[in-house]
């Protein structure tokens, strides 16, 4: 599988500072949750990620859901 393959899985997604200075994305899907705490510049470097590909994503035409 890859980044392109859809699947049928529902996860939830939060982001926030945790009391050590990190920036933690938590995810939860069904029984399994990740925790992956990351130094303030890294995430930095991952939103900017983050926007490069919503950027691209705008430019394939896909139409917009209503």
């Known amino acids: 599988m890859s980044i392109d393959t859809e699947r049928d899985i ?3 997604l939060q982001i ?4 050590q200075g990190m920036v933690r994305l938590f995810i ?3 029984k399994t949750e990740i925790p992956m705490d990351f130094e303030p510049d890294e995430a930095r ?4 990620e983050i926007l490069a590909a ?3 994503a ?4 896909r139409k917009k859901k209503r």
């Open 28 to 30: 939860e899907a069904g």
């Open 10 to 12: 529902e996860a939830n």
């Open 58 to 61: 705008e430019g394939m035409g």
């Open 16 to 19: 926030g500072p945790t009391d």
């Open 45 to 48: 470097e991952i939103a900017e």
């Open 54 to 56: 919503a950027q691209a």
